[in-house]
């Protein structure tokens, strides 16, 4: 089945620098990347998705590039403000039969703006 | 886009009693995802259901189980609750003929509590 490894798991970075977030999938059908974000108490919102047939999207101070070969994404935030800091989540799709099957998901990344 | 509802919000159960959880249902959305996330983890998957079958269930025991309704809603029901079971329980939608075009509306969720 599909594995998604996520690094780091914690990371505290100072207000107006960048944080980049980096997974890893193993199911090379993968197809459709997406990033979820956590705050507090609340649901998973996703934030930014990237499909195989791109290598990079950006919007606004968050962008995800994808290298299909070496089977990693990374999620890029810049210009960090107090409000990015939350628990963020890549995910990868898994192929069957059915189609899309469901989303497998990282272990998550704990970031922390200093301000 | 339409909200994704979960209820109950908070949900206190004693070992060994069974728990119902529901998740509303979105219109023309006719797949469910369930996923659980325990404290301080990532999101794990739990089961996935549509048009009213089961498709696929994640690697958890027999006694957590689930159903949709003709309307799409869905119920996931956890027997003989066990201490371990404490996690919020995230019910997901995607539109249909997902076409690897979109990523899951979650829901609000349920914090299950087993004491």
């Known amino acids: 089945g599909e594995n998604v490894e996520q690094h780091p798991s914690t990371l505290s970075v100072q207000e107006g620098d960048s944080a980049v977030i980096k997974c890893t999938y193993s199911d090379s059908a993968s197809n459709y990347f997406p990033w979820y974000k956590q705050e507090l108490g609340k649901r998973p919102q996703l934030i930014i998705d990237?499909?195989?047939?791109?290598g990079e999207k950006k919007d606004q101070r968050i962008a995800v590039t994808l290298n299909k070969t070496a089977k990693h994404f990374s999620l890029h935030i810049t210009e960090t403000q107090p409000e990015d800091s939350a628990v963020y989540f890549c995910a990868a799709n898994l192929i069957s039969n059915f189609g899309n099957e469901k989303l497998t998901f990282g272990t998550g990344t704990r970031l922390t703006i200093i301000p | 886009e339409a909200g994704v509802t979960q209820s109950p919000t908070h949900l206190i159960k004693t070992r060994g009693q069974q728990a119902t959880l529901r998740c509303s249902p979105i219109s023309g959305h006719t797949s469910v995802y369930w996923y659980q996330q325990a404290l301080g983890l990532g999101l794990q998957f739990l089961l996935w259901y549509d048009e009213g079958e089961e498709r696929n269930r994640g690697n958890f025991p027999p006694r957590f189980s689930g159903r949709q309704f003709p309307n799409y809603s869905s119920e996931l029901n956890v027997n003989a609750l066990e201490l371990e079971d404490s996690a919020l329980y995230l019910c997901?939608?995607?539109?249909?003929?997902?076409?690897?075009?979109?990523?899951?509306?979650f829901g609000s969720g349920t914090r299950l509590t087993v004491v």
């Open positions: 990237i499909r195989s047939n791109v």
């Open positions: 997901a939608r995607i539109p249909p003929s997902w076409g690897f075009n979109y990523g899951y509306t």
